[in-house]
């Protein structure tokens, strides 16, 4: 049965809003999308500062499957694995998988416009300047505030893609048997820029993710096209040493030179960035449902996660893909796909909040620890001896098509498994690994 030219209205035309819009037009749907801010094209919203994600198979497949392959061959740098800066500037380097594979450096702002110009070419209509006030969750019914005034819409289904404090989930605040919890770190982040080299290239190796990890709190960067590197610290508010205690000039200075000091020449205007970037916080957002009637959100409206595992752009992207694919097997009879969608996905979202939460201990703090490192390289030889029955959890999240909770259920057996393998022996010598032994614990306990 085919609904084709219902109106489907979006909020939000971030990222996984106006991929949505995307797939949506694409299904023969009249598209409308509501967006809060000002049109990117036409203001200078990231005022100058390149802001970059990494994006990951599962990202890729989202906007491959609408025919975003050559513009994003364009649009990234290729990360192979982690750069690791210790305190004296020591360089080492993990690979993030097996030869050939890696994530990938993007514009956040580059790619959201071309999200957007690409469904404005199809047809959406994008509506800046317009935000959601309220959702009328029973009627498929908004309020919309635009054009200096307020007015009611209504739709055949809408989407709430309105990001981690979404509107249409204040309305579903408002519901009865609404599930929903916040929860902030302790850690907040702010962004920094490494400019170019004086001869116009990149100041450090660009083929890798930096990490300057110094157990409670690090330092990281990506490369952008322009050949600079954003870089972001992720550290706690308040303590010793946290956002609160370094106030001055002076102290800035002094915490940089303490522990990162091979990036105090990379850094020319350390003081001045620091001082005027602003300092932001970093949130979990569990709910459930997701859907009521004919309205559902997705992206970070539903499942915000803090970005130590690099995929809530990918995750949100992923939505896109498999709502879709669901969507096109019930011929878009929303009155299914809507419920089914929320009940199949769910898991998958609690899990990834879960491994985004326990990544990033593992990245300030692990990623320096021989025992983890030995794990590491232990694992990646299983996974070659063994591939169809050990995938390291990283892989299965970042490398795998695999749904998020599978990945954490089974990585985490995993890893209680091989730990009584992980031998005085094995630690000097990763080499000597039972490796028979580590397969046949895992097989018995399956
Ligand atoms: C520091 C940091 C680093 C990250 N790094 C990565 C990474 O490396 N890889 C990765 O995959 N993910 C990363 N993420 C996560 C990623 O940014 C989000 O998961 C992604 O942006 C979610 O997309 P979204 O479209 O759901 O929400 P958003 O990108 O937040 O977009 C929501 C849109 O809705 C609009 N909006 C809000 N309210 C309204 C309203 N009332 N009416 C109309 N419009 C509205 C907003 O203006 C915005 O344009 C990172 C996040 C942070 C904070």
């Known amino acids: 049965m085919s609904m084709k030219k219902e109106e489907v209205v979006i909020f939000g035309a971030g990222l996984v809003g106006s991929l949505l819009s995307i797939y949506m037009v694409k299904a023969g749907f009249r598209v409308t999308v509501y967006e809060k801010r000002s049109d990117p094209r036409k203001t200078n919203l990231y005022a100058g500062r390149s802001i970059n994600l990494a994006l990951s198979i599962r990202g890729i497949r989202a906007l491959e499957t609408v025919g975003l392959s050559e513009d994003l061959k364009k649009m990234v740098i290729p990360m192979k694995g982690r750069r690791m800066h210790d305190v004296e500037g020591n360089l080492t380097f993990q690979p993030y998988g097996k030869e050939g594979q890696y994530i990938n450096s993007i514009s956040r702002g580059g790619l959201n416009e071309r999200l957007v110009m690409r469904a404005e070419e199809l047809g959406v209509s994008v509506l800046f300047d317009h935000k959601c006030v309220e959702v009328d969750l029973d009627n498929t019914r908004a309020t919309i505030q635009g054009d200096g005034q307020l007015f009611d819409i209504e739709a055949d289904v809408m989407f709430g893609a309105d990001g981690a404090f979404s509107a249409m989930r204040q309305s579903f605040l408002k519901q009865d048997r609404f599930s929903y919890e916040q929860y902030y770190i302790e850690h907040g982040y702010k962004e920094l820029s490494i400019p170019p080299a004086t001869n116009g290239d990149f100041a450090i190796a660009p083929d890798g993710l930096h990490i300057w990890p110094r157990g409670n709190f690090m330092l990281i960067a990506l490369p952008n096209l322009d050949k600079s590197f954003t870089c972001t610290l992720f550290f706690p508010f308040e303590g010793?040493?946290?956002?609160?205690?370094?106030?001055?000039?002076?102290?800035?200075?002094?915490?940089?030179?303490?522990?990162?000091?091979?990036?105090?020449?990379?850094?020319?205007?350390?003081?001045?960035?620091?001082?005027?970037?602003?300092?932001?916080?970093?949130?979990?957002?569990?709910?459930?449902?997701?859907?009521?009637?004919?309205?559902?959100?997705?992206?970070?409206?539903?499942?915000?996660?803090?970005?130590?595992?690099?995929?809530?752009?990918?995750?949100?992207?992923?939505?896109?893909?498999?709502?879709?694919?669901?969507?096109?097997?019930?011929?878009?009879?929303?009155?299914?796909?809507?419920?089914?969608?929320?009940?199949?996905?769910?898991?998958?979202?609690?899990?990834?909040?879960?491994?985004?939460?326990?990544?990033?201990?593992?990245?300030?703090?692990?990623?320096?620890?021989?025992?983890?490192?030995?794990?590491?390289?232990?694992?990646?030889?299983?996974?070659?001896?063994?591939?169809?029955?050990?995938?390291?959890?990283?892989?299965?999240?970042?490398?795998?098509?695999?749904?998020?909770?599978?990945?954490?259920?089974?990585?985490?057996?995993?890893?209680k498994v091989i730990q009584p393998f992980l031998t005085q022996d094995v630690i000097n010598n990763p080499e000597t690994i039972d490796h028979e032994g580590v397969i046949n614990a895992l097989r018995s306990v399956l």
């Not at 419920?339 to 593992?362: H, P, S, W």
């Open 240 to 415: 010793d040493p946290s956002f609160q205690s370094i106030q001055n000039a002076q102290d800035i200075d002094q915490f940089f030179k303490k522990y990162f000091p091979d990036t105090l020449d990379l850094i020319p205007d350390l003081i001045d960035q620091y001082t005027s970037n602003p300092t932001s916080s970093l949130v979990t957002v569990r709910c459930y449902p997701w859907v009521k009637e004919r309205c559902m959100m997705l992206g970070d409206a539903s499942h915000a996660i803090v970005p130590f595992y690099g995929q809530g752009m990918n995750s949100g992207f992923e939505d896109c893909y498999l709502f879709d694919e669901l969507a096109r097997s019930h011929g878009y009879d929303w009155g299914t796909v809507l419920g089914a969608f929320q009940k199949t996905r769910k898991k998958d979202a609690d899990a990834i909040a879960d491994l985004a939460l326990k990544n990033f201990v593992e990245m300030r703090d692990h990623v320096a620890d021989e025992r983890f490192l030995v794990q590491k390289k232990v694992e990646a030889l299983l996974h070659e001896l063994y591939p169809q029955e050990w995938t390291p959890q990283y892989t299965m999240v970042t490398f795998s098509h695999a749904p998020y909770s599978e990945a954490w259920n089974r990585g985490n057996l995993q890893h």
